[in-house]
């Protein structure tokens, strides 16, 4: 395998439309790209979305790996909900919380969870288990369960062991936690002061317990922590990703990064340092959304960075092995339902009932004697 193909098993990519152009059509096969991410402007309707799986799909048969590829999307409920009706429309994480029943957050994320996998989604960047700990978060703010950690514990457990039943890869983000900032990351770095002692008592208290109920991945934050590792924000920290979350959490399943063209990283490095950096503080996965220029420079930067002995083939090696391996467990049916099946899922009276029950705040009836 060339080195070109090991890196892009190592990235998730965005896409422009509906459908694949001709152009990311062969990037993607060319360079045995990971996996992509949907967004709204991709997402129309559910047989046009099952349709663009499909498609996304099929490369695999033309690429080495031959694997599956990652379908991701930003599903949480509330705010952050690439898709429109017919698909059910979940409540913020907040309700979650207020309603502090876990059935019915395992429930949630278990029905969130097979409507995604019915037209291909086979990895969900949930759950948000930040800790909001500063009511002037907006960025935050209704999407984390709690400002209570041990609130945000309970229910991130029982939410992953929903997406796990659902067969969706989940993502607990954003490490090491993000609920007490001030500053959008999107739009700039933001910086804060808390020490590891604090960490340890809010912030990792339900990243902990996410890896207990053996969450799949976990996204790094774009965030300075000044005084735990005054150099690099957390997505390019060996301290937060080898030592914090490897070695002292003793983490092993992926890491993927937070979009590296958002602010609060494009503003402050250099395009081709971005992927380097990343992959040597302990990335597995590096993510791309939204600028198509952006991928095709990380790869280049990344070669160069193994022909200079900055990068290792056999890190990529490593890696790459568990990234397989991770596709090869929990990726078994890579292609959408049938689109009749995956209608009479998608936003069903029993997911809308939920759903609904979950707004008011009121415990399902169905679930009130488990």
């Known amino acids: 395998m060339s080195i070109r193909e090991l890196i892009g098993q190592h990235m998730l990519i965005g896409i422009s439309g509906a459908t694949l152009t001709t152009v ?11 996996g992509v991410v949907l967004f709204a402007r991709n997402c129309i309707e559910p047989k046009q979305i099952h349709e663009l799986c499909t498609q996304i799909q099929s490369l695999r048969h033309k690429m080495l790996d031959k694997a599956p590829l990652f379908i991701g999307i930003d599903m949480e409920g509330g705010r952050v909900h690439r898709l429109k009706p017919p698909f059910t429309q979940w409540p913020a994480l907040k309700n979650i919380g207020d309603l502090d ?55 991130a457990s029982a939410l992953i062991r929903g997406y ?6 989940s993502c607990a983000k954003h490490f090491p936690g993000h609920g007490n900032t001030l500053i959008d990351s999107h739009d700039e770095l933001p910086i804060e002061e808390a020490d590891m002692n604090r960490l340890n008592q809010i912030e990792l208290v339900p990243f902990k317990k996410a ?63 971005i992927p380097v950096r990343a992959m040597q503080a302990g990335a597995d996965l590096l993510m791309y959304c939204n600028e198509p220029e952006s991928p095709p420079v990380a790869v280049e930067a990344l ?16 890696s ?34 939920l759903a609904e029950c979950i707004r ?3 415990m399902p009836e169905s679930l009130v004697a488990e």
Not at 119 to 136: E, K, R, S
Not at 164 to 169: A, D, E, L, R, T
Not at 310 to 315: C, E, F, P
Not at 323 to 348: H, N, Q
């Open 303 to 318: 070669m160069s960075a193994v022909a200079q002995g900055v990068l290792s083939k056999s890190d990529f090696e490593a």
């Open 164 to 169: 796990i039943k659902s067969g969706v890869i």
């Open 211 to 273: 890896m207990k109920s053996r969450v799949d991945m976990v996204m790094s934050s774009h965030i300075l922590f000044k005084n735990i590792d005054p150099k690099w924000p957390v997505t390019f920290s060996e301290i937060f990703l080898k030592k914090i979350l490897r070695e002292d959490l003793k983490y092993k399943g992926l890491i993927i990064t937070d979009d590296l063209g958002m602010k609060a990283i494009a503003k402050h490095y250099d395009i081709e340092q």
């Open 24 to 34: 990311e059509k062969t990037f993607i096969v060319e360079n045995n790209i990971s």
């Open 101 to 155: 029943a876990p059935t019915v957050a395992f429930h949630f994320a278990q029905r969130m969870g097979t409507e995604l996998l019915s037209v291909g989604i086979n990895l969900d960047f949930a759950p948000c288990v930040d800790v909001y700990t500063n009511p002037a978060n907006t960025v935050i703010g209704d999407r984390a369960v709690s400002s209570n950690p041990h609130q945000v514990d309970k229910m």
């Open 360 to 362: 008011n705040l009121k």
């Open 320 to 353: 790459h092995r568990k990234i397989l391996d991770v596709k090869k467990i929990k990726i078994l049916t890579p292609e959408p339902r049938p689109i009749e099946e995956a209608m009479e899922i998608i936003g069903c009276e029993e997911h809308q009932y």
